[in-house]
């Protein structure tokens, strides 16, 4: 089965949207297949008209496990963009640029960006709707030969300029 981590602002919000979306989110991918692997539901997030925020020693277990998720996960989709999250920007930087995985970042409808955001150019869909970010996932990773022709693609058309721009950051 393809795994997807579901990332999304938190910190800051009331934890009952939070939930809400997490859980109808997670029950709409699960229906289509997908092994859903979501930090709301692994914290245990109840839906109260509280704010959430964690504190230190909660987010000293959370965030390694939350990486974890990550590099569990064929694809990363970022729930929130429209959103400010500094947590949501660093596990969609750590996917794409650390670990290489497949990003799908889902806009509501209403909020999405002009042609030219950078979004377009860096992740592998900009799209405006849950359905359309899964089944591209599907498309492109819902097997392991997929995922295999996918990163082998990637590897081929990124690795060897990744490499020049890193032996010259030596200078």
Not at 15 to 33: C, I, P, R, T, W
Not at 99 to 117: N, S, Y
Not at 133 to 142: E, F, K, M, S
Request: a positive charge; glycine letters at 4%; one cysteine or more.
């Amino acid at each position: 089965m393809i795994k997807v981590y579901v990332a999304r602002a938190m910190t800051g919000r009331i934890k009952e949207d939070v939930v809400k979306e997490a859980l109808a989110d997670k029950a709409y991918l699960e229906s289509m297949g997908f092994t859903v692997l979501d930090p709301v539901t692994s914290e245990g997030v109840e839906a109260t008209k509280d704010v959430l925020l964690s504190a230190k020693n909660v987010m000293d277990i959370y965030w390694p496990r939350d990486k974890k998720m990550i590099r569990d996960a064929h694809v990363v989709f970022n729930m929130s963009p429209h959103l400010p999250s500094l947590g949501v920007m660093r596990e969609h930087g750590y996917a794409r640029y650390h670990l290489w995985k497949k990003t799908i970042t889902v806009f509501q409808h209403t909020k999405m960006p002009a042609e030219g955001a950078i979004c377009y150019y860096e992740d592998d869909l900009v799209t405006d709707t849950l359905e359309k970010a899964a089944l591209d996932a599907l498309r492109t990773h819902g097997t392991f030969l997929k995922r295999s022709l996918w990163r082998i693609k990637l590897v081929i058309r990124c690795l060897p300029k990744a490499l020049w721009h890193h032996l010259r950051e030596w200078k």
